[in-house]
């Protein structure tokens, strides 16, 4: 049978466990009874299993009958800390949920798991399966890079890809990807402003941080307009901001937290130096103190050209063409398989999983309580994951 009858023939197998990972979404790097899931859905296959030591992964290592390099897939596992509204029969009794479908990319892997352990003596060369705990902003694909999941087939791998699915936008079982930039670099801040505070009535007697707070988050949009290119933009939200108790009271301080997105590592040393001199010049002017925390999350996710459209191919020969969309435009979000992709070359695909007879223009989106994906994919995402790999290996023979 071809690699797609067999995912097909697999699909009840990989909803019933999609839906059990659904029910129980763990947080973070440690996601105990998911780990368990997984390790339990790859029993009995021929792969050399590595649990995590620090954190809850899995990685697992198919040695192909013949030699040859090393292709990494990934998946990641965790949840979001959000409440369920979809009321779906196997919706998540907790207060977290899987809102971005990892539970779905978890699924595939597995599936791309068996559908290659059954193809291993075809098989030039291996391949490295990594269930990633924590890329919802934990960095776990880090942790996996330090404890060796790039080297746990002996060499680096020639390639790495990732399946992404969207519960909008793309519709159901079209892969999209682009070359190059696929998604955007991410920072978090927090800056907080330290004044002297008073009463309400005699600011002069104070030194209010409110004011000078506010005219912050103002001049970091002008930041954005004035000192940012066009075609290579950036993004900063105040997504936070804090200060005082009551009306007649002046603060000691007030507070505010921002995501910063951007797309080059120019675009990206420009914005977060502006970002900097800008908070602290407007500290100055205002006669105040300013500490701020800059924290540098995940890096651009850039696609290697070559592997982009070498998994383009393998989707339009494996699926047909019609499942094949270019993005003309990175997306906003950001992601840890960018760390994979800044030591190995390789690719990021999204994969439509629009709910049965929502429109994908206004269908809830990743993150939202109200998510729902379609199990649909779940067989052509782990074919395409096992192709990919087969392909991969057999070119690099």
Not at 207 to 236: K, N, S
Request: charged share 20%; glycine share 10%.
């Amino acid at each position: 049978m071809s690699i797609r009858e067999d995912a097909a023939a697999m699909q009840d197998d990989l909803v019933q466990l999609r839906r059990a990972l659904h029910r129980e979404p763990e947080l973070g790097l440690q996601l105990p009874r998911t780990q368990e899931k997984v390790l339990t859905a790859l029993a009995g296959l021929p792969l050399e299993i590595v649990p995590g030591q620090s954190v809850s992964s899995v990685t697992a290592v198919l040695r192909g009958a013949r030699p040859g390099p090393a292709v990494l897939l990934r998946g990641d596992m965790d949840a979001l800390p959000v409440t369920e509204r979809t009321g779906l029969g196997f919706e998540a009794a907790t207060d977290r949920m899987h809102a971005c479908g990892h539970d779905l990319h978890t699924t595939m892997l597995a599936g791309a798991a068996q559908l290659l352990s059954g193809r291993a003596e075809q098989l030039a060369g291996n391949v490295v399966f990594m269930f990633q705990p924590g890329e919802e902003g934990y960095d776990g694909a880090s942790h996996m890079i330090t404890e060796g999941v790039l080297d746990a087939a002996g060499e680096r791998p020639v390639a790495a890809y990732a399946l992404h699915v969207t519960s909008n936008r793309v519709p159901t079982g079209v892969f999209a990807t682009r070359r190059g930039p696929v998604l955007s670099a991410s920072d978090t801040v927090r800056v907080t402003v330290h004044g002297a505070g008073g009463h309400g009535s005699m600011p002069h007697l104070a030194l209010d941080p409110i004011p000078a707070a506010c005219a912050m988050v103002l001049a970091l949009q002008t930041l954005v307009t004035r000192r940012v290119d066009i075609h290579d933009p950036a993004v900063i939200t105040v997504g936070s901001l804090h200060a005082g108790t009551q009306n007649n009271v002046i603060p000691d301080e007030a507070y505010f937290e921002a995501t910063v997105r951007s797309y080059s590592p120019e675009t990206h040393a420009r914005v977060k130096d502006g970002f900097i001199r800008t908070v602290r010049g407007l500290a100055e002017a205002h006669g105040l103190a300013v500490d701020i925390d800059y924290a540098e999350l995940y890096p651009v996710t850039v696609n290697d050209d070559r592997e982009t459209e070498f998994a383009a191919a393998a989707v339009a020969e494996l699926h047909g063409a019609e499942r094949l969309a270019w993005q003309p435009q990175p997306g906003a979000g950001s992601e840890d398989f960018s760390r994979v992709l800044g030591e190995v070359p390789g690719a990021m695909l999204m994969l439509g999983a629009v709910a049965d007879g929502a429109d994908p223009e206004r269908a809830p989106a990743n993150h939202s309580p109200l998510a729902e994906f379609n199990e649909t994919v779940l067989a052509d995402g782990a074919a395409l994951y096992a192709e990919l790999a087969i392909r991969r290996l057999a070119a690099a023979g």
